[in-house]
Nanobody, 123 residues
Framework: QVQLVESGGGLVQAGGSLRLSCAAS????????MGWFRQAPGKEREFVAA???????FYADSVKGRFTISRDNAQNTVYLQMNSLKPDDTAVYYC?????????????????WGQGTQVTVST
C-alpha cells in the first residue's frame, strides 16, 4: 500500500503562483509514477501532470508552459509548481500514483489517491 498526503493549496489571485506538495509513504519503488489530477465543481476529474521515478514528465495541454512537476525521491515527495494561474485552474487537486514505468499511462488511471487540496484562483 501507498499513502499520499497533499499540502500547499489555498487562495491566490489570477496571475499568481502556488506550489503543491505530495508526500508518499508505504511501499514505494522505482516503478511508482506519481502525478496530479484536478476536479472543478460540476466537472469530471481531469489529468494535470505526471512524473516517473527517473524524472520523465507528461503534461495536459491546458497546463503546459505554466505548471512544472518535479519529485524528490529521497523524500518520496512530488511537487507541482503552478504559475500564471487562471480562474479556470480552480479545483480540488489530487495527488495520485501508479505502478508503471511509462509515465503517460498515469493519465488513464491510478492505483492510489490522496484526499485532495483546494486551489482557488480569484479574478
Amino acid at each position: 500500500q501507498v499513502q499520499l498526503v497533499e499540502s500547499g493549496g489555498g487562495l491566490v489571485q489570477a496571475g499568481g503562483s502556488l506550489r503543491l506538495s505530495c508526500a508518499a509513504s508505504g511501499r514505494t519503488s522505482s516503478t511508482l509514477a506519481m502525478g496530479w489530477f484536478r476536479q472543478a465543481p460540476g466537472k469530471e476529474r481531469e489529468f494535470v501532470a505526471a512524473i516517473s521515478w527517473s524524472g520523465g514528465t507528461f503534461y495536459a495541454d491546458s497546463v503546459k508552459g505554466r505548471f512544472t512537476i518535479s519529485r524528490d525521491n529521497a523524500q518520496n515527495t512530488v511537487y507541482l509548481q503552478m504559475n500564471s494561474l487562471k480562474p479556470d485552474d480552480t479545483a480540488v487537486y489530487y495527488c495520485a500514483a501508479r505502478w508503471t514505468s511509462v509515465v503517460a499511462t498515469l493519465q488513464h488511471g491510478c492505483d492510489y489517491w490522496g484526499q485532495g487540496t483546494q486551489v482557488t484562483v480569484s479574478t
